[in-house]
T-cell receptor, first 112, second 117 residues
Framework: GEDVEQSLFLSVREGDSSVINCTYT??????LYWYKQEPGAGLQLLTY?????DMKQDQRLTVLLNKKDKHLSLRIADTQTGDSAIYFC????????????FGSGTRLSIRP | DTAVSQTPKYLVTQMGNDKSIKCEQN?????MYWYKQDSKKFLKIMFS???????INETVPNRFSPKSPDKAHLNLHINSLELGDSAVYFC????????????????FGPGTRLLVL
């Protein structure tokens, strides 16, 4: 189908790791992205991964890509209160047109 | 020195009115976009322009008309506003269509919150 799927909510304890999962649909997608949206703000790119990579790490963020299962995950180590936001997974379909399909977003909340 | 800016930030108007939202980017990007985010936070692309040329036009009512006077600006005009048009509208821009060194990353503006009464 068309949809990029994510679970809607995730709650973790401060200091724990958060893992946000995403399933995309197009095996020919070239790039996959994670965006963060804080309340009342626009989307901010966190990281992206090219489809020929399995993993990408950037400080507290680790992205894992399983192309066979079309599964993307974002791990946030040592989750802080400032990480509370909605996290969007997105896939780029095709190379000739800038069409990015966004998931429905996962709302991450942090428990003390 | 905001990268992607939109005006206005908030827009409250009556049903049936015509309104415009403006977007400007100072990143030197050649592609710009309009997205609509509904109350459930679902984000859907509406239009994309590359060098002032329309390249994506999703299924959007023709009451919505984008205009790109130059590659740094992409405005959105909405005629005969309806209650269902209430949403947050995001403008975005990217360097290239294909990918390149930036992965075709899109940079988003802060959004325009439209409320139709």
């Amino acid at each position: 189908g068309e949809d990029v799927e994510q679970s809607l909510f995730l709650s973790v304890r401060e200091g724990d790791s958060s893992v946000i999962n995403c399933t995309y649909t197009d095996s020919s997608s070239t790039y996959l992205y994670w965006y963060k949206q804080e309340p009342g703000a626009g989307l901010q790119l966190l990281t992206y991964i090219f489809s020929n990579m399995d993993m990408k790490q950037d400080q507290r963020l680790t992205v894992l890509l399983n192309k066979k299962d079309k599964h993307l995950s974002l791990r946030i180590a040592d989750t802080q209160t400032g990480d509370s936001a909605i996290y969007f997974c997105a896939e780029r379909r095709g190379s000739s047109a800038s069409k990015i399909i966004f998931g429905s977003g996962t709302r991450l909340s942090i428990r003390p | 020195d905001t990268a992607v800016s939109q005006t206005p930030k908030y827009l409250v108007t009556q049903m049936g009115n015509d309104k415009s939202i403006k977007c400007e980017q100072n990143l030197g990007h050649d592609t710009m976009y309009w997205y609509k985010q509904d109350s459930k936070k679902f984000l859907k692309i509406m239009f994309s322009y590359n060098n002032k040329e329309l390249i994506i036009n999703e299924t959007v009512p023709n009451r919505f008309s984008p205009k790109s006077p130059d590659k740094a600006h992409l405005n959105l005009h909405i005629n005969s506003l309806e209650l269902g048009d209430s949403a947050v509208y995001f403008c975005a821009s990217s360097q290239d269509r294909g990918g390149g060194g930036t992965g075709g990353t899109q940079y988003f503006g802060p959004g325009t919150r439209l409320l139709v009464l």
